[in-house]
């Protein structure tokens, strides 16, 4: 996706080629959750325009497919950094949603591989960056999932002696979570945003710093140039493979 591309008013788009851009994103988003988390990000922003889609959200979408096209063997390769351990990485980007909401992430490696990876709009607006990172990480869905997929992984034969490293760019998250009690700043949120407290001080998660040009998971909230997305797709431990590729016309000649 472009780099500051921002969504036109709804009023703009037409109602009438919504099927054909739901077609089109819903076929992109199937490949998003399953193998190219590096186009996660830029299908959450445009599946959000299907009801009146405009021409530049079509040029977007079909941005993306030539995209694809370019670049056709890329894909998850599981084991290649055997020492990974279990991690999860979680980011925010502050009010760069419609109705000044943010978008949240995050990303499980293991191995040196993503295994499961999220890129969605907040539910609800955040007053600061710090709310915003801090609800990114309080997310029940991530946290459950962490710990879900923890389990997974111990039935599977990895062993786990440390609780689930988290990984966040925010200090001020870190210094939350590690306050006793709740500060006024976030006392306001729902209870559910707070799981992840409870997760830490029971000692089930294990909060970290990282330098955001390292963290995988800002990849997916917000559009990147070539040479920082191409980061992020090392990051995020996509690589090219060396599988073949066929097309249906290959396969009806073969036969």
């Given at each position: 996706?472009?780099?500051?591309?921002?969504?036109?008013?709804?009023?703009?788009?037409?109602?009438?080629?919504?099927?054909?851009?739901?077609?089109?994103t819903?076929?992109?988003n199937?490949?998003?959750?399953?193998?190219?988390?590096?186009i996660?990000?830029?299908?959450?922003?445009?599946?959000?325009?299907?009801?009146?889609?405009?021409?530049?959200?079509?040029?977007?979408?079909?941005?993306?497919?030539?995209y694809l096209?370019?670049?056709?063997?890329?894909g998850?390769?599981?084991?290649q950094?055997?020492?990974?351990?279990?991690?999860?990485?979680?980011d925010?980007?502050?009010?760069?949603?419609?109705?000044?909401?943010?978008?949240?992430s995050y990303?499980?490696?293991?191995?040196?591989?993503?295994?499961?990876?999220?890129s969605?709009?907040?539910?609800?607006?955040?007053h600061s960056t710090?709310?915003?990172?801090y609800?990114s990480m309080?997310?029940?869905m991530?946290?459950?999932?962490?710990?879900?997929?923890?389990?997974?992984?111990?039935?599977?034969?990895?062993e786990?002696d440390?609780?689930l490293?988290?990984f966040?760019?925010?200090?001020?998250?870190?210094?939350?979570?590690?306050?006793?009690?709740?500060?006024?700043?976030?006392?306001h949120?729902?209870?559910?945003?707070?799981y992840?407290?409870?997760?830490?001080?029971?000692?089930?998660?294990?909060?970290?710093k990282?330098?955001?040009?390292?963290?995988?998971?800002?990849?997916?909230?917000?559009p990147?140039?070539?040479?920082?997305?191409?980061?992020f797709r090392?990051?995020?431990g996509?690589?090219e493979?060396?599988?073949s590729?066929?097309?249906?016309s290959?396969?009806?000649?073969?036969?």
């Amino acid at each position: 996706m472009v780099q500051g591309w921002k969504p036109a008013n709804n009023k703009e788009g037409d109602p009438n080629s919504s099927l054909d851009y739901i077609e089109l994103t819903g076929k992109l988003n199937w490949l998003s959750i399953k193998t190219r988390p590096d186009i996660t990000q830029s299908i959450a922003r445009l599946q959000r325009r299907s009801s009146s889609p405009t021409d530049a959200d079509f040029d977007a979408v079909k941005r993306i497919y030539r995209y694809l096209k370019s670049n056709p063997r890329y894909g998850i390769v599981l084991g290649q950094i055997p020492t990974q351990p279990f991690t999860a990485f979680v980011d925010a980007s502050y009010a760069d949603c419609e109705k000044g909401r943010s978008t949240e992430s995050y990303v499980f490696m293991l191995g040196g591989a993503p295994i499961a990876w999220s890129s969605k709009r907040q539910q609800i607006v955040a007053h600061s960056t710090t709310v915003a990172e801090y609800c990114s990480m309080s997310t029940i869905m991530m946290v459950r999932q962490g710990l879900y997929l923890q389990n997974i992984c111990r039935a599977i034969g990895f062993e786990f002696d440390h609780p689930l490293p988290v990984f966040t760019d925010s200090g001020n998250v870190i210094k939350l979570l590690n306050k006793p009690g709740y500060s006024p700043g976030i006392r306001h949120l729902d209870v559910r945003y707070h799981y992840v407290k409870e997760s830490k001080d029971e000692n089930r998660i294990r909060i970290e710093k990282i330098d955001g040009k390292k963290n995988p998971a800002d990849g997916l909230t917000k559009p990147y140039d070539n040479y920082k997305f191409v980061q992020f797709r090392n990051l995020i431990g996509l690589k090219e493979t060396n599988f073949s590729i066929k097309n249906s016309s290959d396969s009806e000649d073969d036969e």
